[in-house]
């Protein structure tokens, strides 16, 4: 019951922040939304503003570390970026990842930390949290609130579900984030109790499933799914699923546009679009569906951003490696 309640909370604050900073890829195109945040009371004017694409908030990550008084590392020749707190955290990552690391453990956090203008941004929420720092929001003004906060200590009578649930999140994520063994407790103990959701499986799969399935635009599940029918319509499910999962790997390569139509009418990419007859395609109860599957994270080929029928263009495969074959279809 109390993992449902908090779920509920999740979900009602996601949906809120979701409307408020911008709808994102789905519905703004993947435009810049708000420059305006408070860090404590402090209302702070960022020089780049945040982000919204995919329901996932961005914020460019230099800025946001001066503001908050962390420290970044930036290794160009791996492309990796640092940030630790005083606290001891320390949280790694790249562009055009969705893994991250914190604290030496590596989490797939599924969203994936991009570049902009030059400029690297990743998931606010993330970030924060990773940080022991937490994340609210401003109604009057429509902005959010980060907070640094401070280690909590343990009184008598304290459980770590008590300590979970005063603070939104699970037991099973503070003892991740405390390197905790058990979940016995000693008086005096500090705690860090601002605990990044992927540290809960559960909560994070769960989560993650509910607002991809809540933010998928009609319309762009439309497009999707005409565009599986017309390059995939006579292929098995897992070949629908994997060409809608090509696209949506597009996507989310800084290589490709930001946007869905953008990248399906990309010049010479997809001849459907290209020639004018995706537009009078009817997509099938399988397209729709693994268009949907696509949108809500679901990928089976993951890596691949490109397909060919190795029949048809022999030379193809015969110099490109596959990362899979289903039915017809060569996914590279």
């Given at each position: 019951?109390?993992?449902?309640?908090?779920?509920?909370?999740?979900?009602t604050?996601?949906?809120?922040?979701?409307?408020?900073?911008?709808?994102?890829?789905?519905?703004?195109?993947?435009?810049?939304?708000?420059?305006?945040?408070?860090?404590?009371?402090?209302?702070v004017?960022?020089?780049?503003s945040l982000?919204?694409?995919?329901?996932?908030?961005?914020?460019?990550v230099k800025?946001?570390?001066?503001?908050?008084?962390?420290?970044?590392?930036?290794?160009g020749?791996?492309?990796r970026?640092?940030?630790?707190?005083?606290?001891?955290?320390?949280?790694?990552?790249k562009a055009?990842?969705?893994?991250?690391?914190l604290?030496?453990?590596?989490y797939?956090?599924?969203?994936?930390?991009?570049?902009?203008?030059?400029?690297?941004?990743?998931?606010?929420?993330?970030?924060?949290?990773?940080m022991?720092?937490?994340?609210?929001?401003?109604?009057?003004?429509?902005?959010?609130?980060?907070q640094?906060?401070?280690?909590?200590?343990?009184?008598?009578?304290?459980?770590?579900?008590?300590?979970?649930?005063?603070?939104?999140?699970?037991?099973?994520?503070?003892?991740?984030r405390n390197?905790?063994?058990?979940?016995?407790?000693?008086?005096?103990?500090?705690?860090?109790?601002?605990?990044?959701e992927?540290?809960?499986?559960?909560?994070?799969?769960?989560?993650a499933?509910?607002?991809?399935?809540?933010?998928?635009?009609?319309v762009?599940?439309?497009?999707?799914?005409?565009?599986?029918?017309?390059?995939?319509?006579s292929?098995?499910?897992?070949?629908?699923?994997?060409?809608?999962?090509?696209?949506?790997?597009?996507?989310?390569?800084?290589?490709?546009?930001d946007?869905?139509?953008?990248?399906?009418?990309?010049?010479?990419?997809?001849?459907?679009?290209?020639?004018?007859?995706?537009?009078r395609?009817?997509?099938?109860?399988?397209?729709?569906?693994?268009?949907?599957?696509?949108?809500?994270?679901?990928?089976?080929?993951?890596?691949a951003?490109?397909?060919?029928?190795?029949?048809?263009e022999?030379?193809?495969?015969?110099?490109?490696?596959a990362i899979?074959?289903?039915?017809?279809?060569?996914?590279?």
């Amino acid at each position: 019951m109390k993992l449902i309640q908090r779920l509920t909370r999740i979900a009602t604050l996601a949906l809120t922040l979701f409307l408020a900073l911008g709808a994102g890829a789905t519905f703004a195109s993947a435009n810049s939304t708000n420059s305006i945040l408070y860090i404590a009371d402090v209302k702070v004017d960022l020089n780049r503003s945040l982000w919204t694409v995919g329901g996932w908030t961005y914020a460019p990550v230099k800025e946001l570390v001066e503001h908050m008084g962390w420290t970044l590392e930036y290794d160009g020749e791996s492309g990796r970026t640092t940030i630790a707190n005083d606290l001891g955290d320390v949280l790694a990552f790249k562009a055009g990842s969705s893994d991250v690391a914190l604290n030496g453990r590596t989490y797939d956090i599924g969203g994936t930390v991009r570049l902009k203008d030059g400029v690297t941004y990743a998931p606010l929420r993330v970030v924060a949290e990773s940080m022991h720092a937490s994340v609210g929001w401003k109604d009057q003004e429509k902005v959010a609130v980060l907070q640094q906060e401070a280690l909590y200590t343990v009184v008598a009578g304290d459980t770590l579900w008590r300590i979970a649930e005063a603070h939104d999140t699970t037991a099973t994520a503070l003892k991740v984030r405390n390197g905790l063994a058990s979940e016995a407790l000693a008086v005096g103990q500090q705690l860090k109790v601002v605990a990044p959701e992927f540290l809960d499986p559960d909560v994070s799969g769960q989560k993650a499933t509910a607002a991809a399935a809540e933010a998928i635009d009609p319309v762009e599940l439309t497009l999707l799914a005409k565009l599986v029918e017309a390059e995939a319509g006579s292929e098995p499910y897992e070949g629908k699923l994997a060409v809608a999962s090509v696209v949506m790997n597009r996507l989310h390569n800084d290589r490709y546009p930001d946007t869905l139509r953008g990248v399906i009418y990309a010049p010479g990419q997809f001849s459907p679009a290209g020639n004018g007859s995706l537009e009078r395609e009817t997509p099938s109860k399988d397209s729709l569906k693994a268009a949907k599957s696509a949108l809500s994270g679901e990928n089976n080929v993951p890596g691949a951003y490109s397909f060919f029928n190795p029949q048809l263009e022999p030379a193809k495969a015969k110099r490109l490696k596959a990362i899979k074959k289903i039915g017809h279809h060569v996914f590279v």
